[in-house]
């Protein structure tokens, strides 16, 4: 059982029939215990999203567009992962430019990433502008573009001021984004702070002549639009590993026999479970709400997402549809036989589990994309 469900499970025992956080709120807030309980359940949840504080945020910020449409292409609108293969590691950090100046050189405040995160790839991220319409038309049609990583003379033994990482030829009449790798310049940074001097991007003619910068453009510093900014692209992983029970994702939640009942159904299931007649295990909702517990600061998306629980009696006899392991089943035999004492029914479970994709700003106004492994409860079972 992952930390959250740990969590939920424990509230579920107090809570009962209609879990959130706001009854949380109402029921627990006006005692003193209660509020110890509460701060230390929040301060629980964030280590769950692997974070000690919430970030600090000032005012709003618009995250960039790429981070927006990576999130849609790896999560649904719940955020539960589409595909768990699309993306190669659990995390991706976007970086804005800290420089912002008028020159092509670029540098990238990288505090926020973990000694411990795993650089799987880097991207520099350039918004190439077309050329200005009131320069004489070049005889060029394409020129070299060419990154350099910016090397501190003091600490090597070395002539050289600069190396290349990445060099393209392109369209000078094209405009756009442009991506260059640069995952090596960016693990030397995360091995030693003080190396990163930052980025020097150079444009040649075809012959090699160093061209005009009013000729090929790229966006940066206060005359252009945040949207258009550099941006450092971080494809990381953070080293925790799923259980066995993450299986793909969506494609499968919809294919879950789903015992879960309609809200109609819900509502009798309910009332006969006031009367004293257990339900059998099934999943049930249980709606995460970012907003009550006070994160929708820093969470851009989702606003919530739905973790399900599991709720039921597995008593004998155990169908199909209570997915059983061999043990739970002879467990429900011994425990209707009464053949032993003390031998309970055994529990209804999670017994498949998704991952969620949050989209966030960090401590430094970054916008970070994670996966969470084990968040969702895909379907119960008799365990
Ligand atoms: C909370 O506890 C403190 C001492 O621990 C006590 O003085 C105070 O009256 C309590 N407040 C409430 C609302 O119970
Ligand atoms: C990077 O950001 C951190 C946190 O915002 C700050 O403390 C540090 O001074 C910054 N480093 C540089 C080189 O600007
Ligand atoms: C570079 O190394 C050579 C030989 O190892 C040494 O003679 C020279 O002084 C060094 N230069 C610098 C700038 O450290």
Known sequence: ?????????????????????????????PENESVKVRSAAIKRLLEVFGMEDPPAIHGHKQPPQYMLDLYNTVADVDGVTKDPYLLEGNTVRSFFDKMRSEQVEFRFNLSTVA???????????????????SLPISRHHFCQVSVFQLLDMAKINNTQQKKLLSSRLMPVHSAGWEVFTITQAVRSWMADDGSNLGLHVVVRTLGGSQMDMKHIRFASGRSHHQSKQPMLVLFTDDGRHSTALERTATSSLLQVPMSGPSSRSARSLESSEEEGVSMSCQRLPLYVDFEEIGWSGWIVSPRGYNAYHCKGSCSFPLGQ????????????????????????????????????NLLYFDDDENVVLKQYNDMVAGSCGCH
């Open 1 to 29: 059982m992952s930390d959250i469900n740990k969590i939920f499970a424990t509230l579920l025992c107090t809570v009962a029939a209609r879990p959130s956080f706001s009854y949380l709120e109402n029921h627990f807030a």
């Open 115 to 133: 000694r411990t995160e795993k650089i799987l790839t880097a991207e520099l991220h350039l918004f190439k502008l077309r050329p200005q319409a």
């Open 321 to 356: 549809n209570m997915r059983p392991t061999n043990h739970a089943t002879v467990q429900s035999i011994i425990n209707a036989l009464k053949l032993i004492k003390g031998i309970e029914m055994p529990c209804c479970v999670p017994d498949k589990l998704f991952s969620i």
